[in-house]
């Protein structure tokens, strides 16, 4: 069998129902320009997921993108179904087969971007150039000097796989509420990173953003704020400007560089790009390394 060679990040079949046609438009962060593409050509890298280790441990070649291709077939299945009825108003609330699917896609998809292998980079290097304040033992005074993208994809890769991490995310997903928001045009952003959140998954509080189409957004709470009050059951319609506004402001500032929607309009984006140039930096700090006195101060600090 031929090797695949592109290796997408964000689902086809996402991106497909997403669009509900196989074009969309991009944003770069990083130029500030936008272009239209195929959707086969986008959120995609060649050997994004080759793994000499994973391979060696599976002994199938592309191994992991062969196994998310499978969770994908499901995971469309399920999407395509609520996405057609949303767009034939046949939609009251989300079955609880279909909670769990998307709930253990979201989680995968959360883990699997270059947002999250950035992030991962980071944090190991930060615990390399750390070591001695946490092992002050000196035991690990003998790890490599540099955390590189192979280092950081091995660890993503076995995140991705790892069934307690995606069960305990899933799980952390399912015990909250699920509204879907509706607006009356095409105004939701989505983007190379499509699951954005504030604050921490785990934390009360937190709130949860999923794009299912450029007019619906499923929204995930712990109970509906101020900002989701006008939620009726399991289905917001006419969802505020403001609202929709601070989700595409996440969209934007969580992605990792592309941001993508069904039309050529991205003058939002570009007002917060020049509020913010920091965001045009891929490689802008997602870590925060605090030391010992600042630990010792108290989670005010």
């Not at 997403?18 to 995609?44: E, P, V």
């Not at 292998?117 to 750390?130: F, K």
């Not at 939002?268 to 802008?284: I, K, Q, S, W, Y």
Request: glycine share 6%.
């Amino acid at each position: 069998m031929s090797r695949v060679k592109l290796e997408h990040y964000v689902p086809q079949v996402y991106l497909r129902a997403y669009a509900n046609c196989d074009h969309l438009w991009a944003f770069d962060r990083r130029s500030s320009k936008s272009y239209g593409t195929a959707i086969d050509k986008m959120a995609a890298e060649g050997g994004f997921y080759d793994s000499q280790l994973f391979g060696q441990l599976v002994g199938v070649d592309q191994a992991a993108e062969k196994a998310l291709s499978e969770l994908e077939g499901r995971f469309g299945i399920v999407l395509n179904a609520c996405v057609a009825r949303l767009r034939e108003h046949d939609f009251l609330r989300f079955l609880e087969p279909e909670r769990r699917t998307l709930a253990d896609m979201i989680a995968v998809q959360m883990i699997r971007t270059p947002e999250t292998r950035v992030a991962l980079r980071q944090l190991g290097q930060a615990l390399v150039d750390n070591r001695s304040l946490l092992f002050p033992g000196g035991e690990w005074d003998r790890l490599d000097e540099q955390v590189g993208e192979a280092e950081a994809r091995d660890l993503q890769i076995g995140l991705i796989f790892d069934e307690d991490v995606r069960r305990r995310l899933s799980g952390l997903l399912l015990k909250r509420l699920w509204l879907v928001a509706e607006t009356n045009e095409a105004e939701i952003y989505t983007s190379d990173h499509p699951v954005v959140a504030t604050g921490g998954w785990a934390i009360r509080g937190s709130e949860v953003f999923f794009p299912l189409t450029a007019q619906h957004l499923l929204v995930i709470v712990d109970e509906p704020s101020e900002r989701w009050q006008h939620c009726v059951g399991n289905r917001a319609s006419d969802a505020a400007k403001a609202s929709i506004e601070y989700v595409n402001t996440l969209q934007v500032a969580q992605s990792f560089r592309r941001v993508f929607f069904v039309l050529d309009e991205f003058q939002f984006a570009r007002e917060l790009l020049l509020r913010d140039r920091d965001l045009a930096n891929t490689e802008r700090e997602r870590i925060t390394v605090i030391g010992p006195q600042d630990c010792r101060n108290g989670p005010d600090v």
